[in-house]
Structure formats: structure tokens, C-alpha cells
């Protein structure tokens, strides 16, 4: 006879959104490695027993921070790719310091938790795809000025040249940043929508 499934707190409790920011916090402040169930619980002001009854393990909790920081993403990537110059927009998004404490801490999770490191791949691939969709639909022709370059290996390389620079500030180091920076500038000079055509009509 299989054993009963064991009963977990419901996703709309205000009580597990105090434990998800609680753990969202300790982790931007001293690492995902200071995550434990006591932590957490004191953190949030609530008894330690009463995480275990929403997040039956760690991971779970863990993941559910990742699923959140995931969709947050999505949305900031969804209004970037709305805007007027998407490809600028998206740029923007990518070398945005303001997350590298918790991008890095993430990275360093998924290295050590197999179901957040599956999450992680798994949105990561299919936010690519959104994106080179969307940039196909709205850069269109104009990606022909860029030799060599299609949206997927635009969405790569600029997430990548994000990523290095985000990660690598957070590190302190800054060198060949500003030329990075203004190679990518160039790109994105050379896809902006052209405003004369667009005033004219």
C-alpha cells in the first residue's frame, strides 16, 4: 500500500510568502549556504516546524525562491522586448548590477542542487527561445547589418557579455568592461529602428 502523501501548506499563504522573502533575504545577505530551516524561521518571526509543513525539504524552499527570481526575470525581460528598441532594452536588462548578489548566489546553487540547477536550465532555455522569437518578429531585416550575427546569436552574446560583466563587477574587477560596452554599443546603434522612417509614416 503506497503511504499517504504528506499534507503542504497552500501556495497563496501569506505565511509561506514571509518564509519565501525570508529565505530570498538571507540569501542576498549572507549566501544560500546560511539557509536552514531555523534561519529561516527566525527570519521571518515564525516556528521553525512551520517551514517544514510548506517546504517539506530545503530544496523545495530553494527552488521556490529560483521559480520566483525566475519569474520576476521574465517579466522585467517581457517588458524590455515590449519597449520601442527591444534589442536595446534587453541589453539593459542583462547589465543590470542591481541583481548580481542573488545572480551570483543562484549560479552557486544550481552547481549544488540538482532540482535547481534542472529549473534554472530549463527557464533559461525557454526564455532563449522567447527571446530569439521576438527578435526575429521585430528586428527582422535590419539583423543582415550585423555579418554573421542571427537573433539567436544576438541573444547569446549579449547575455553573455552581460553576464561576464555583472558577475565580474560584483568580483570588483572592471578591466576591458568599457570596451565590451562599446562594441555592443555599435551593434545596438546599427539595429535601432529607424526614427526618421518612423516620424515620416
Do not use: C
Amino acid at each position: 500500500m503506497a503511504a499517504a502523501r504528506r499534507r503542504v501548506g497552500a501556495e497563496t499563504s501569506a505565511t509561506r510568502a514571509r518564509m519565501v522573502e525570508a529565505t530570498r533575504d538571507l540569501i542576498r545577505d549572507e549566501g544560500y549556504a546560511a539557509v536552514s530551516t531555523r534561519r529561516v524561521a527566525a527570519r521571518a518571526g515564525l516556528k521553525s516546524s512551520l517551514v517544514h509543513y510548506y517546504f517539506p525539504t530545503t530544496d523545495d524552499l530553494l527552488l521556490e525562491v529560483s521559480r520566483q527570481g525566475a519569474a520576476e526575470s521574465d517579466r522585467m525581460i517581457e517588458e524590455a522586448l515590449s519597449s520601442d528598441d527591444p534589442v536595446r532594452a534587453l541589453w539593459e536588462f542583462f547589465i543590470d548590477t542591481s541583481r548580481v548578489a542573488m545572480s551570483l548566489e543562484f549560479m552557486a546553487m544550481a552547481n549544488h542542487r540538482e532540482a535547481v540547477r534542472r529549473h534554472m536550465a530549463e527557464h533559461s532555455a525557454a526564455m532563449r527561445d522567447r527571446q530569439v522569437e521576438i527578435l526575429q518578429r521585430i528586428v527582422g531585416d535590419r539583423m543582415a547589418v550585423l555579418e554573421g550575427f542571427d537573433p539567436a546569436g544576438l541573444s547569446l552574446v549579449l547575455a553573455g557579455i552581460g553576464r561576464a560583466i555583472v558577475m565580474e563587477e560584483g568580483l570588483g574587477v572592471k578591466t576591458g568592461h568599457a570596451e565590451a560596452i562599446a562594441v555592443v554599443e555599435t551593434w545596438l546603434a546599427k539595429l535601432a529602428p529607424d526614427q526618421s522612417k518612423d516620424a515620416a509614416t
